[in-house]
Structures are given as structure tokens and as C-alpha cells.
């Protein structure tokens, strides 16, 4: 191990001990945000309509006209809850990876803690990266084409409008992101998997075809279903496939270097003896 005295052999209840001291953590911050979050709940749901917004004025339709609606007492309540929720594990993630790599770390080689840090900052950062795609392009995008088939009162039609429901608006972006926001893990998945050779880059581009067509197929399970937001997972989705193959092929040459390197260093040490 890396020769802590934390990472010397101990009984399994002091494991378990340490998994409570850690679970404790970890929920303890996710409460503390919870009830931050949750104060401030109109203010984040505020932010979340912003992309609705957006897409009214791409519409052409007066943005003080804009609303949400609820149909229940309790909707917005219980909205305002999901809400302080999902802020609670965005702001409360840095604290729950924490815990989990100290929990895990002491079990693992100093290299294995050198390759494993690198995805422990890859991971939120990738997702994040998925949620702001979401939130500045995505969001408004799929919301315009919602409004865009809205009817005007004529004589012959009657007018039909779009009004969301707040429940209803919260459900659609929190999947967008959450949907996006695991896709966007594929480059860390397949390069861990890589790096412990479950994986190679040649299977990789063998199974392209079967790739793509699952693409589509995660897309039309994970997103609402209107083809704007099916379509707009599934590229993403291949374009990340591809750099996965790509990060697979940098692992494989790291490691033939690696390989190659290490005869030449027992010659060195031969020829010194």
C-alpha cells in the first residue's frame, strides 16, 4: 500500500465503523444543503425557468405572458422539495466523493491513487459539462418547439396555448440532465476499463455500428419523447463513443511504452552490476 499507518490491515468491524463515520458525513452535508437549498427554492426554480424564457422570446411571444401553472395545492410544494433535492446532491457531490475515495483509498497502491485521482475530477466536471449543454441549448430549444405549435384563435380554430405545469417543467429539465450529465461519463468509463484491460480500442471501433444504434435507443428511454431531444442525446452520445475510443487508444500506447521502457531499465541495472 502506500505506507500510511491508515492502510495497514484492519478487522472488518472498524471497516464498518468507518463506513458510518463517512455515511454520516456525507448525509449530514447533503442535509445542510438540503435545507440551504430548499430557503432559497423559489430563487433556484426562478434560474431553472430562465431556459423556458429564452425559448419564448425565440418564439416571438411576449415574455411577460409566460407562466407555469399548478393543477394540485401541493404541486409547487413538493416541486419546490425536488428542487432543494437536486441542488442538495449538486452542492453536496465535492463532500460524498470525498468520503467515498478516503473510505476506498486506503485499499489501494499509491499508483492506483495517482491514476485514480485524475477521474475523480474528470467525472463532475464532464458532468456539468452535460447540464450546462442542457440548460443553455437544449432546454430552450426543445421548449421552442413545443411553442411553436401553439394555435392562434381564428374563426374556424380555436386558440391553443401552452401552459407547463411547474411539476411538469422540473421533471423535463432534471431528466435532460440527468440523462446527459451520465452520458458525458462514457470517455471515464471505458478509459477505467481500458486502463485495467476490459476493454481495447480496436473492440471498440469494431462495435461501432451496435454503438449507435444503442445511442438511439438510450435516448429514446432516457429523454421525453419528441425526436428534437431524442436526436439531441443521441449525437452527443456518439461524438463521446468516439472519443472514447480515442482515450482507450492513448491508454494502450501509455502502456506499450511502459512495457518497452522496462527490459531497457533491467539492462541498465545489469550492466551496472
Known sequence: MSGDYQDKPQPLIEHLMELR??????IGAFFIAFLVCFFFAKQLFNLLVIPYKWAVIWAHLD??????????PQEFFFTQVKVAMFGALVIAFPVIASQLYKFVAPGLYKNEKQA??????ASPLLFLLGGALVYFFFTPMIMWFFLAMQQAPTDGEVGISLLPRVSEYLSLIMTLVLSFGLVFQLPVVTTLLARVGL?????????????IVLAFVAAAILTPPDPMSQIGLAVPTILLYEISIY??????RKRKEALSEEPSASVDKTEGV
Open 21 to 26: 463515520t463517512r455515511l454520516i458525513w456525507s
Open 63 to 72: 415574455v411577460k405572458k409566460s407562466e407555469l401553472i399548478y393543477t394540485a
Open 116 to 121: 485514480f485521482l485524475p477521474f475523480l475530477i
Open 199 to 211: 476493454l481495447t480500442s480496436d473492440w471498440l471501433r469494431e462495435k461501432r455500428k451496435f454503438a
Open 247 to 252: 482515450a482507450a487508444r492513448l491508454v494502450e
